[in-house]
Nanobody, 117 residues
Framework: QVQLVESGGGLVQPGGSLRLSCEAS????????MSWYRQTPGKERELVAG????????NYVDSVKGRFTISRDNAKNTVYLQMSSLKPEDTAVYYC??????????WGQGTQVTVSS
């Protein structure tokens, strides 16, 4: 059974940092593209950052470029999202997603990030 377990969320002041982790089990992690999404009430889930399986190429939504960094450790079956210079608009539930062609998609349960003074 595939499981993705996120951790590292919490309350942080504007300008602060957090590192989210997502540990995967039940799949061959290195074969999966990994992504972080976020969602706020009443809005669609938004892609924040992604990293490919083999060569680790990354992509980011414009609003987080230069502030967030996605990385992966295939030996630990874990993907990370380092978030810096956090803003109140980064407040959301953050979800980890694993994807492999043609249609293997798995989601974590989400972790809350709140940026507030």
């Amino acid at each position: 059974q595939v499981q993705l377990v996120e951790s590292g969320g919490g309350l942080v002041q504007p300008g602060g940092s957090l590192r989210l982790s997502c540990e995967a089990s039940g799949l061959t992690f290195s074969n999966y593209h990994m992504s972080w999404y976020r969602q706020t009430p009443g809005k669609e889930r938004e892609l924040v950052a992604g990293i490919t399986d083999a060569d680790g190429r990354t992509n980011y939504v414009d609003s987080v470029k230069g502030r967030f960094t996605i990385s992966r450790d295939n030996a630990k079956n874990t993907v990370y999202l380092q978030m810096s210079s956090l803003k109140p608009e980064d407040t959301a539930v953050y979800y980890c997603k694993a994807f492999r062609f043609p249609r293997y998609i798995y989601w974590g349960q989400g972790t809350q990030v709140t940026v507030s003074s």
